[in-house]
């Protein structure tokens, strides 16, 4: 399979809580994207980082790539309970323009 | 979502019968794509679209064709629903920018 590895696949925490959520791949990339999905509801990108980048951060979203690793990780800065979604990692992985999502992690924030 | 609509909201068919989600934009976006999500499997890429008259292949497109005559418009049918096609099917565009895809609201298909 083309998809990669999401871990934890569930992660429960407090509010005011960092969470942090891994993802891996296993061939070349452009780019990574993360996305966010409220229960029910489609998804909402959140941040893309490209394959020359190492970090990038966008409010309290902070995202880092290890190509050398082929990871990355999502950490959410003092989190709040709307932050309680699922959320997917996804590889560009070549000039085709297709996305392939990982399984993602559901995260609880408890008030 | 602001720009992209996807109709029907949910469906039920019998199988063997045939069934076209439409997925519209006004965006005026070039790529677009559609989505399978099942439990444990996140989003599989059933077909995409480069443009008009041009689509290809995603990762799961047996049982599915699409069509897409128009820029706004993209379709996809499924020539004889089968059981293992129930599933929450979302429709996203693109223009290849530092904002991603945007997804629509998805259509909730199951096949009886």
């Known amino acids: 399979s083309q998809q990669g590895e999401e871990d934890p696949q569930a992660l429960s925490i407090q509010e005011g809580e960092n969470a942090t959520m891994n993802c891996s791949y296993k061939t070349s990339i452009n780019n990574l994207q993360w996305y966010r999905q409220n229960s029910g509801r489609g998804l909402v990108h959140l941040i893309l980082?490209?394959?020359?980048?190492r970090e990038k951060h966008s409010g309290r979203l902070r995202v880092t790539l290890d190509t050398s690793k082929k990871s990355s990780s999502l950490l959410i800065t003092a989190s709040r309970a709307a932050d309680t979604a699922s959320y997917f990692c996804a590889r560009e992985m070549d000039s085709s323009y297709k996305l392939i999502f990982g399984s993602g992690t559901r995260l609880l924030v408890r008030p | 979502d602001a720009g992209i609509t996807q109709s029907p909201r949910h469906k039920v068919t019998e199988t063997g019968t045939p069934v076209t989600l439409r997925c519209h934009q006004t965006?005026?976006?070039?790529?677009m794509y559609w989505y399978r999500q099942d439990p444990g499997h996140g989003l599989r890429l059933i077909h995409y679209s480069y443009g008009v008259k041009d689509t290809d292949k995603g990762e799961v497109s047996d049982g599915y064709s699409v069509s897409r005559s128009k820029t706004e418009d993209f379709l996809l049918t499924l020539e004889s629903a089968t059981s293992s096609q129930t599933s929450v099917y979302f429709c996203a565009i693109s223009e290849r920018s530092e904002y991603g895809y945007t997804f629509g609201s998805g259509t909730r298909l199951t096949v009886v």
């Open positions: 980082i490209r394959s020359n980048e």
């Open positions: 965006e005026n976006h070039r790529y």
